[in-house]
């Protein structure tokens, strides 16, 4: 009786203090990647959207895929004999093995909203390997945003596109690619149809884009390590890896 009492007393309280000033939500934990049970119940290991292929030289499974000490590790192996892939019409030669990840939910930026996406990434910038953190449109394309994606030339790339050859973009020196730096991106609605993307490395605001007609529209988050494509080719013998940790995703 008492709890009754209490939680028919609470509830008008909370209901008020939202709509006062609401809180942040998460919609992926900072513990996503403790375990395997809690990795998959956020995420797939494909692309979100299914498919084991995109637009480069990889082909992704599971076995390139791994969890240890909350850090998830995509590794690309180069490989032969394997079927080639197509991507808007061309064919794709496949000569690696590697992991992408897709979150299971989409991410929508609200009228008035927003949504952050922070991770530490420790990402390889050799020739012919093209690791990325990115969201792209569930219906249709674009959205895309790239809120860092390496294209084998020793820079971060950050890109927003409105069209396939309207876009902004911002290349920034990586120096460091041995440890791991920190990645914010902060999405905001402006005007009810447009989002503001702000773009942080290592706490430092790197450019600022607009996505034309973002507000509204569901983006798949994907983590993947492609090879080739527009990372040059032909790409590395050996292993190479791509690792993050401390992703959260949460509303602003
Ligand atoms: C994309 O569209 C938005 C909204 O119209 C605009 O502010 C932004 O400048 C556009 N980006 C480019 C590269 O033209
Ligand atoms: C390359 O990576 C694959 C997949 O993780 C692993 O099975 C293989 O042993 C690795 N090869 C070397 C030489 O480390």
Not at 44 to 62: C, F, L, Q, S
Request: overall charge positive; proline content about 6%.
């Amino acid at each position: 009786m008492l709890s009754l009492a209490l939680t028919s007393f609470l509830l008008p309280l909370f209901a008020s203090a939202a709509t006062l000033s609401p809180r942040a939500t998460t919609l992926i934990p900072s513990t996503c990647f403790d375990s395997t049970t809690t990795f998959e119940k956020y995420f797939v290991y494909t692309y979100p959207w299914g498919g084991t292929t995109h637009n480069g030289g990889a082909r992704m499974d599971k076995a390139h895929v791994s969890l240890s000490s909350s850090v998830l590790t995509l590794t690309a192996q180069k490989v032969s004999g394997q079927p080639s892939a197509t991507h808007g019409g061309k064919t794709i030669p496949i000569n690696y093995l590697s992991g992408a990840v897709g979150a299971k939910q989409t991410f929508t930026v609200p009228k008035s909203g927003g949504l952050v996406f922070s991770a530490s990434l420790k990402a390889t910038t050799t020739k012919g390997t093209w690791p990325a953190f990115w969201l792209t449109a569930v219906d249709g394309w674009p959205p895309e945003v790239d809120m860092a994606e390496w294209k084998g030339n020793g820079k971060v790339s950050f890109n927003t596109f409105n069209t396939s050859s309207v876009l902004q973009w911002k290349d920034v020196g990586y120096p460091d690619p041995g440890n791991f730096h920190e990645f914010r991106t902060e999405l905001r609605d402006v005007n009810g149809k447009d989002v503001k993307v702000e773009l942080y490395m290592d706490g430092k605001l790197q450019a600022t884009q607009v996505g034309g007609g973002y507000t509204g529209k569901a983006l798949y988050l994907v983590i993947n390590l492609q090879m080739e494509g527009s990372s040059g080719s032909p790409g590395p013998a050996g292993n190479m890896t791509y690792s993050i940790k401390d992703l959260v995703v949460s509303t602003l």
